[in-house]
């Protein structure tokens, strides 16, 4: 495994956002697909999380993520889950339905199956949220599913400390 993305690695990432979240008085939420609620799991690691973290939702199917992050269903159909608009409308709906500052939202394809050759294995959207803008980035992972999630919750994580500095 690589040791950028290890238990070690991605804890010690979310040590680094708490500090920024806690100076700047952020709280912070979570819309998570393919990573299953990781990204939440990693910030719940650390003592005293509840300062800053409020939450997340999992929405793994795009009936919760209508319901429950108010993703338009238009966009889901025409833009299909793992894209730019779902995973922007999933950050802004976090932000919506836990009351925080800032979110993050991640959806894409972990594989080993529903690749396409326009959305291939390891495709994977992220967006990072206020209640003034929203950002958003993709990638495109290599690995079996284990890497390409720690991939996303790493990279999900640096991008919330690049966009609230």
Same mark, same amino acid.
């Given at each position: 495994? +690589?040791?950028?993305?290890?238990?070690?690695?991605?804890? #010690?990432?979310?040590?680094?956002?708490?500090?920024?979240?806690?100076? @700047? @008085?952020?709280?912070?939420?979570?819309?998570?697909?393919?990573?299953?609620?990781?990204?939440?799991?990693?910030?719940?690691?650390?003592?005293?999380?509840?300062?800053?973290?409020?939450?997340?939702?999992?929405?793994?199917? +795009?009936?919760?993520?209508?319901?429950?992050?108010?993703?338009?269903? *238009?966009?889901?159909?025409?833009?299909?889950?793992?894209?730019? *608009?779902?995973?922007? #409308? *999933? /950050?802004?709906? /976090?932000?919506?339905?836990?009351?925080?500052?800032? #979110? %993050? &939202?991640?959806?894409?394809?972990?594989?080993?199956?529903?690749?396409?050759?326009?959305?291939? %294995?390891?495709? %994977?959207?992220? &967006?990072?949220?206020?209640?003034?803008?929203? &950002?958003?980035?993709?990638? %495109?992972?290599?690995?079996?599913?284990?890497?390409?999630? @720690?991939? &996303?919750?790493?990279?999900?994580?640096?991008?919330?400390?690049?966009?609230?500095?």
């Amino acid at each position: 495994m +690589n040791k950028a993305f290890d238990d070690r690695a991605l804890l #010690a990432r979310a040590e680094q956002l708490a500090e920024q979240l806690q100076a @700047r @008085r952020l709280s912070l939420g979570t819309a998570e697909s393919c990573t299953g609620g990781w990204i939440g799991k990693v910030c719940t690691e650390l003592p005293g999380s509840s300062r800053w973290f409020l939450g997340g939702i999992l929405s793994y199917s +795009n009936a919760a993520k209508v319901r429950l992050l108010l993703v338009p269903e *238009m966009t889901l159909v025409e833009q299909g889950a793992v894209s730019q *608009m779902v995973a922007e #409308a *999933m /950050a802004q709906g /976090a932000l919506e339905a836990l009351g925080s500052q800032v #979110a %993050v &939202a991640v959806t894409g394809i972990a594989g080993p199956e529903g690749g396409s050759a326009d959305k291939p %294995v390891g495709t %994977v959207w992220l &967006a990072w949220a206020d209640h003034q803008r929203v &950002a958003s980035e993709r990638f %495109v992972f290599a690995g079996d599913r284990d890497q390409i999630r @720690r991939q &996303a919750v790493a990279k999900s994580l640096d991008g919330l400390m690049t966009f609230i500095d």
